[in-house]
């Protein structure tokens, strides 16, 4: 009878078992809202669908926190649109690579709205003349202040978050946006598994500051992939993935305001390619390339693909190339001073390897870097590695090419 019972017991808790494991996970509900105003409290968005109005604002003292999975809508018809996190505000989006945080425009066009742009108090360089001069005015039509002495400043933390049709330009380089516009933003703050996708200027910018990014994507963008002035120093970058395609101009543009700093930035693993048949932005541009160095801008890069960036010959002729410094100070101080280092560089699909800017007093090639180990090829460099998931899918098409 003992065994009986034991049995019929141990049978129970089978089935029991099997129970349990044929449950489904619930389909979550989402929430939905509008999402207008300044905030003044802290405030945390459950997983949603929320339409944006307006450049909100997330000031000193304040958290804003989205769950994964969340769906952030602009519309276009009620005016500029943007998410602004001021110094000392804190934006928490924490995605995950099944259930990203989705900032996107109801009508889908390349700059419908302003982006995620983010201040904070992290060290600038702005001013040649004055090199201690720390403070600059934002070109986002806001007009602030940003720059200052701490290297640290948290702005929050973005994961898996997916930027769609930003790049708002009202007036070029007066009032102008991107996907992701980091102002002096300091190394404290996170930025992991980020896109910025079909922007209508760059993907993503940093004006000075120690944020670091890491396993982004920059798909589509109409003017650069990555770009960056003030003197931003990020030393953590890597797993870059840029894909230019239909209009865009340079894969990185690399600008210092013509400071010749002692410092720059340092970035592992990254793919830039360009589809065929992508045009400049602006035909006046007088080249196109997967590297743009100009007034003093630098770094340290390795582990480097380089693919399609061919000459383009309409609707006007303009070269293409891997590499192009911009002008003759870039060139003696950053290329022959050895404040420019690519390592591991794998070059396909592409006419030049080197272009020297727009004035033949000088001419780059291999032996112009100092020392001569700052310009190496591979035929076995990897370029980004990232893994796809649902934060790098649209509409069913994988971003990764």
Same mark, same amino acid.
């Given at each position: 009878?003992?065994?009986?019972? !034991?049995? %019929? ?16 996970? &619930?389909?979550? #509900? &989402? ?15 459950? !997983? ?22 969340? #769906? ?27 259930? &990203? ?21 992290? /060290? ?12 600059? #005015? ?6 602030? /202040? ?11 933390? %973005? ?20 996907? !992701?516009?980091?102002? @002096? ?5 996170? %930025? ?11 993907? $993503?910018? $940093? ?55 002692? !410092? ?6 990254? =793919?830039?390619?360009?589809? +065929?048949?992508?045009i400049t932005e602006a035909q006046s541009e007088v080249q196109l390339?997967?590297?743009? $160095?100009? *007034? ?18 309409? /609707? ?9 410094? %911009?002008?003759?100070? =870039?060139?003696? @101080? ?6 420019? *280092? ?11 390897? $080197? ?9 780059? +090639?291999?032996?112009?870097?100092? /020392?001569?180990?700052?310009?190496? =090829?591979?035929? +076995? ?21």
């Amino acid at each position: 009878m003992k065994k009986l019972v !034991f049995s %019929l017991a141990i049978l129970a808790s089978i089935f029991t078992g099997c129970s349990d494991d044929e449950e489904e996970t &619930p389909v979550r #509900t &989402p929430t939905t809202g509008e999402i207008t105003g300044n905030f003044t409290a802290s405030k945390a968005y459950a !997983f949603g669908n929320y339409t944006l109005k307006g450049m909100v604002q997330i000031p000193a003292g304040v958290t804003v926190t989205f769950e994964a999975g969340s #769906t952030i809508t602009a519309d276009a018809t009620t005016g500029e649109s943007g998410i602004v996190v001021l110094d000392g505000g804190t934006l928490i989006a924490n995605g995950t690579a099944s259930e &990203p945080i989705v900032f996107t425009s109801l009508q889908k066009t390349p700059g419908d709205w302003a982006g995620i742009i983010m201040y904070g108090d992290a /060290p600038i360089v702005n001013s040649a003349t004055n090199p201690a001069l720390q403070t600059a #005015t934002s070109e986002d039509g806001l007009l602030k /202040p940003y720059g200052g002495s701490n290297p640290l400043h948290n702005g929050g933390s %973005l994961k898996y978050v997916r930027v769609e049709y930003a790049g708002k330009v009202i007036t070029s380089n007066n009032k102008e946006h991107n996907g !992701f516009s980091f102002y @002096s933003v300091g190394s404290g703050t996170t %930025l992991e598994n980020l896109v910025s996708y079909k922007g209508n200027d760059d993907g $993503f910018e $940093f004006y000075g500051g120690t944020a670091s990014l890491k396993n982004a994507i920059s798909y589509g963008n109409s003017d650069d992939a990555f770009d960056w002035q003030d003197g931003w120093r990020g030393q953590n970058n890597t797993n870059w993935y840029a894909y230019q395609t239909v209009k865009g101009n340079y894969g990185i543009e690399a600008e210092a305001k013509s400071v010749d700093n002692a !410092f720059w930035p340092v970035v592992s693993n990254i =793919t830039l390619k360009r589809a +065929t048949g992508t045009i400049t932005e602006a035909q006046s541009e007088v080249q196109l390339d997967a590297f743009q $160095f100009k *007034k003093h801008g630098n770094g340290y890069y390795s582990n480097i693909v380089i693919d399609g960036y061919k000459n383009q010959t309409a /609707p006007t002729a303009i070269n293409g190339g891997a590499i192009q410094i %911009l002008d003759l100070i =870039t060139y003696n @101080s950053q290329v022959v001073g050895g404040k420019i *280092k690519l390592t591991d560089v794998k070059i396909t699909n592409t006419d030049n390897n $080197f272009i020297s800017g727009v004035t033949s007093a000088f001419t780059v +090639t291999a032996t112009s870097f100092a /020392p001569t180990t700052n310009w190496t =090829t591979s035929t +076995t460099a990897t370029g980004a590695t990232l893994v796809s998931g649902a934060w790098s899918t649209i509409n069913g098409v994988n971003l990764i090419q």
